[in-house]
């Protein structure tokens, strides 16, 4: 672990960024834990705007009891046309746990929302996006960011440096995941309110209709949980007292 | 009639942005449900506060294609007759005693029969329902828009909530904001023909923009109300806008 002195170049984390990331880390963890609770009370994913236990699903997942349960009387159609739709009554005691769970998760919601636009204004209007996560110009090279792909293969992961001076795949990461993966799931999250979707109904448009949504946001949180970890282990692998330091009290 | 929607519709904003500061003082909120000290029920009146100040009140849901109506699945109570002799006796000879009463802050409280119902202007509109367990279905919806009761029965200017009573035993209301909406209706039919049981016959509740379970179903009992009427905490959000 080299230890490097602190000049400009080598400024540490400001507190802004450690307290925005501190809170969007507690916000996301209690968001994961309920979007996991109700992915396990309709673990049925669907695209469109429509999807439910009597329409086919695009795929589903064995998490809970309510796979496949099967618990349904017998169906009739609306109506006596070929192929009409149908309605059948549930007999099967579902696992439901959403009326904590949701209430939970758009909780935490507010607490990745509202730190997150500050974070995401105060990025731009003090150059930290530009400064320090966009990748620089004689950076923007996939022969360079695939060279960095290979040293991360190979476990040859650099020091810390205590503050905001990342690599070129680290940088790329953070920057799929602020400009990218976070407004996705911020909006995909929108698009499956009732509320909102009346009011904005370009939402619908562009994420393909609230099932859509649904799987989209499903899909971007995969991602999300999926940074996180490699994220830990980088931390670890490049000093984990020093990194937990540098972003908590560390200067 | 048009003036008095206006009036209500800026009141509830107004009333929404005064109990965002409201809520930081404890005890301070009177037009919200209570939270009964549970931080998720801060968090839904949060949600609630926010949604009413940040969205147009009155927009409408998206409303669909005949074609898109969608297979449906009944969840909840499918049959109140099950464990409700009065429902059953009203099942039985098709919903023809039925009565809906409205009672509370109006000028001339009264009952609706099914028929009743019927004689008013109706609204037909095609729309998707969204059930917190995480499915959406679409169906055709024919009713009464509860506005209209709501104005043959005199509503008074200091109501502030509506509130309904099931036959399967539930009780929830709804603002004004959301019990004015066009698109909130009585729902007699589903899908062109009379509303089935499984889906809350003879008559349901629809809200197009809050979450499923406020469209409730086997409507039995309206009360209007000037205070929030407090149910207990269900532990399930009372403002589903999300």
């Not at chain 2, 037009?31 to 009964?36: A, E, G, N, R, V």
């Not at chain 2, 959406?136 to 200017?157: E, H, K, N, R």
């Not at chain 2, 016959?201 to 205070?227: C, F, H, W």
Request: proline letters at 6%; aromatic letters at 12%; glycine letters at 8%.
């Amino acid at each position: 672990m080299t230890h490097q002195t602190i000049d400009s170049e080598h400024a540490p984390h400001k507190r802004w960024v450690k307290t925005a990331h501190w809170i969007i880390t507690l916000s996301f963890f209690a968001l994961v834990f309920t979007g996991g609770e109700m992915t396990m009370v309709h673990p049925r994913f669907y695209w469109g705007e429509v999807g439910n236990d009597l329409t086919p699903a695009l795929f589903e997942l064995p998490v809970s009891r309510n796979y496949q349960h099967g618990g349904w009387e017998k169906s009739v159609p609306f109506s006596e046309a070929v192929n009409a739709p149908v309605s059948a009554a549930r007999t099967y005691n579902i696992f439901n746990q959403n009326g904590w769970g949701r209430s939970l998760h758009f909780l935490a919601g507010w607490f990745l929302l509202v730190p997150g636009l500050i974070y995401f204004i105060a990025g731009i209007f003090t150059g930290h996006f530009r400064k320090h996560l966009w990748p620089k110009a004689k950076e923007s090279s996939l022969r360079l960011l695939w060279n960095d792909v290979i040293n991360h293969v190979r476990m040859q992961i650099p020091a810390a440096t205590n503050g905001p001076h990342y690599g070129l795949l680290q940088k790329s990461s953070y920057v799929v995941v602020i400009f990218f993966l976070m407004p996705v799931i911020v909006m995909t999250g929108m698009t499956m309110s009732p509320a909102i979707t009346a009011a904005y109904p370009f939402l619908l448009k562009i994420f393909f209709g609230a099932q859509s949504a649904r799987t989209i946001h499903f899909f971007a949180s995969s991602a999300l949980v999926l940074f996180l970890i490699v994220h830990v282990v980088m931390v670890i692998k490049s000093g984990f007292k020093q990194q937990i330091r540098s972003m908590t009290v560390g200067k | 009639m048009e003036k008095k929607k206006i009036i209500t519709r800026r009141k509830a904003i107004i009333t929404g942005l005064t109990s965002l500061g409201g809520l930081l003082l404890a005890g301070c909120s009177k037009p919200l449900p209570p939270t009964y000290g549970n931080i998720l029920r801060m968090g839904d009146n949060l949600t609630y506060i926010a949604q009413r100040a940040l969205l147009p009140g009155q927009s409408l849901a998206k409303e669909y294609n005949y074609s898109d109506i969608s297979s449906f699945p009944a969840t909840g109570t499918t049959n109140p007759a099950s464990f409700n002799e009065d429902y059953a006796r009203l099942q039985k000879k098709a919903f023809a005693d039925w009565v809906l009463p409205i009672e509370g802050s109006v000028s001339r409280p009264g009952s609706y029969s099914l028929a009743d119902l019927q004689k008013f202007p109706s609204r037909t509109h095609i729309t998707r329902h969204t059930c917190e367990e995480g499915w959406t279905a679409i169906g055709q919806w024919t009713g009464v828009p509860l506005s209209t009761i709501l104005q043959s029965a005199g509503i008074l200017p200091s109501a502030r909530f509506i509130n309904f009573y099931a036959y399967d035993t539930f009780i929830d209301s709804i603002d004004l904001l959301d019990a004015f909406h066009p698109q909130t209706i009585l729902a007699y039919g589903m899908n062109g023909r009379n509303l089935p049981i499984a889906h809350g016959a003879p008559v349901r509740l629809r809200v197009e923009n809050q979450i499923g379970y406020k469209s409730m179903k086997y409507l039995k009992r309206i009360v209007v109300t000037d205070e929030f009427l407090d149910p207990g905490d269900s532990g399930w959000a009372w403002y589903t806008g999300i």
